[in-house]
């Protein structure tokens, strides 16, 4: 998928498979060390309190934020921005609107640490209008990554546990092996504890902080109401057993 220079809102994909890709990265990274450290100093993808984190620790930082039904946020900067250098200079929240966290990008703003906003709701991306001349906003570099699924893939079986994944899917609903098994199931919202701790028992890698990965995978939601049916059953056969 094409991110022109600078980005428009229909480049990227609706949030909720950009969650989907994003958050099953944080949630194969997450750790408890890390957890435990202040934001600034953390790397790679993770998810807290307040979204999805992307930071490569010196090119790129994003941040993807749900805003409430149907409402998302997604600010950054990547060091191909050319935004916050632009004269005459670009209101990046013209437009925008009130349900933003203006606060905090105002406080990026003032530190010219702000690259881009875009924002969703009603169905569709948007952002402020940019000057013509303008080449470049950083969406395409800081982005990619999630916006093509390709990419995504090959982050994942940059992980070689993960590149060999078991199939994730059930006679009656087949899925391929490997790193597709385990996006398929991401994007689908049914990646839930269970399936995790399957695959990561057949990874055999006992150093994964499965805790850590469980958390995330609760705070991304990627387990969708899968979740909520895995413990009714799991609160049945406990209660039948009881008897």
Known sequence: MTIHRPGQPEDLP??????????????LEATTEAEEMPPVHRTGC???????????SGCTWWTLARMGEGRFVLYGEDESSEVKWHEPAVD???GAPDWLPHDKLRDLLQGYE??????YENGAWARAPYPQDLDDDGLDCGMRRFVDRSDVLSMIEADDDFAIAPALGSDTDPVDRG???????????ALTPRVLESLVA??????????????????????????????????????STAV
């Open 114 to 119: 702000l690259g881009c906003v875009y924002w």
């Open 202 to 239: 057949v990874t055999g890698d006992d150093e994964r902080d499965v805790p850590a990965m469980l958390r995330a995978l609760r705070r991304s939601g990627l387990a969708g109401e899968s979740a909520a049916a895995e413990v009714a059953g799991a609160r049945r056969t406990a209660a």
């Open 14 to 27: 609706t949030p909720e498979v950009l969650w989907a890709r994003w958050g099953l990265l944080a949630v």
């Open 46 to 56: 993770w998810i807290d309190g307040a979204g999805l984190h992307l930071d490569d």
């Open 92 to 94: 990046m929240l013209a």
């Open 179 to 189: 790193a597709e098994a385990l996006l398929s199931c991401a994007e689908r919202y």
